[in-house]
């Protein structure tokens, strides 16, 4: 049975999500009405997963998750607007330590609940699972393995070490749940000088990917962009794709370029990392390209960065300890399509090696 403590000042809301998963049997659900009643509810019986409300009276979602996550850590799931002041929350939020988001219906919630149904449950199961291992927020432990005093994990390989085809190349990232922190630890462990473009697929709505891509252009030495146009790919620059829809890759004269591409039903995650994988390998050698998979439940990407590995091409795989969900890199090395498998902390220092 999966503990939850849903947190939000409405009752409408709290009605509704608590409906949502009455139509599952293995749910347990409790109720808070703000941040001080879920820290209360939190000390007297640890749930395994909260779902959080950002704004709230007495105390807010960003202050209750900062508690959470230093006094009892848990699992927890944001229940965020799609404005664009609801994308900023939830990316400090994700910066605290919350797992995964899913996104408030707008307009009469009442009417429009059944669009957030089976993402929140589909991610409350996710999170049941996912690793919290100290009492620090995610960020935190990310930065404390990779500055002074980080523990020196080993890391495994799957195949041999060969560095990648000097010359034209590119990388690609694929990563969902406990995307954002990932990300920011791979892209700020990168010179301004990496001599690959990297385009990156993370699970994410398109209210939410253009503030990503800022805040992680005001914290990393590369430069970092979403991908709304047809945009040319340079050494130097990461390109996120645009939410709710793929981004693919494309070649024009002689340069490689990235672009947004309307979702295609027959891959179910988007941005896809799949459809952002196979539509390089129209242009590109596999030897050119480098396949990283990181945190996220489900398996997209795994299929396409196997054909990578099988191409020769290299792949890296998060490792299972450092993964907050190990879904999509784990798939990638059940596939045995992972060359290297690593803990998140020293993904840029391979990467680093693979190119120069």
């Known amino acids: 049975m999966i503990k939850i403590l849903v947190v939000d000042d409405s009752a409408l809301v709290r009605k509704l999500i608590g409906q949502v998963f009455a139509t599952q049997s293995d749910f347990a659900v409790q109720f808070a009405r703000n941040g001080r009643e879920a820290l209360d509810a939190i000390n007297l019986a640890p749930p395994d997963v909260v779902t959080l409300d950002v704004h709230m009276p007495e105390m807010d979602g960003l202050t209750c998750l900062d508690r959470i996550m230093i006094e009892q850590p848990c699992p927890v799931i944001m229940v965020s607007s799609m404005t664009a002041s609801g994308a900023d929350a939830t990316l400090e939020a994700l910066r605290l330590g ?50 002074e005093g980080a523990r020196d994990l080993p890391h495994r390989s799957a195949g041999s070490s060969r560095v990648a085809t000097k010359g034209e190349g590119l990388v690609l990232i694929g990563t969902s749940t406990g995307g954002p922190p990932a990300l920011e630890a791979l892209l700020t462990g990168l010179p301004a000088s990496f001599p690959w473009p990297i385009v990156i697929a993370q699970h994410m709505p398109a209210t939410f990917t253009g503030p990503l891509a800022r805040r992680l252009n005001g914290i990393s030495r590369l430069t970092v962009q979403e991908v709304r146009d047809p945009i040319v790919l340079n050494p130097g620059h990461a390109y996120i794709g645009r939410g709710d829809a793929d981004v693919i890759i494309s070649r024009r004269g002689a340069g490689l370029v990235a672009m947004a591409a309307p979702a295609l039903a027959n891959y179910p995650w988007h941005p896809s990392t799949d459809r952002l994988v196979r539509t390089a390998l129209n242009h590109m050698a596999a030897s050119q390209l480098i396949g990283v998979l990181m945190t996220g439940m489900g398996n997209d990407g795994a299929g396409a960065m196997a054909l990578i590995h099988a191409g020769g091409g290299r792949t890296i795989a998060e490792a299972e300890e450092t993964a907050v969900v190990w879904g999509m890199p784990g798939e990638l090395v059940r596939a045995n399509g992972a060359d290297l498998v690593v803990p998140l902390h020293k993904i840029a220092a391979e990467l680093k090696k693979l190119v120069t």
Do not use: C, N, W, Y
């Not at 408030?104 to 199961?125: C, D, F, H, N, Y």
């Open 98 to 147: 919350a797992v995964d988001f899913v996104a408030k219906p707008t307009g009469a919630v009442s009417l429009r609940i059944g669009e957030m149904a089976q993402p929140l449950i589909e991610k409350v199961r996710a999170a049941a699972g996912a690793k919290l291992k100290t009492s620090l927020r995610l960020r935190e432990r990310v930065r404390h393995r990779v500055g």
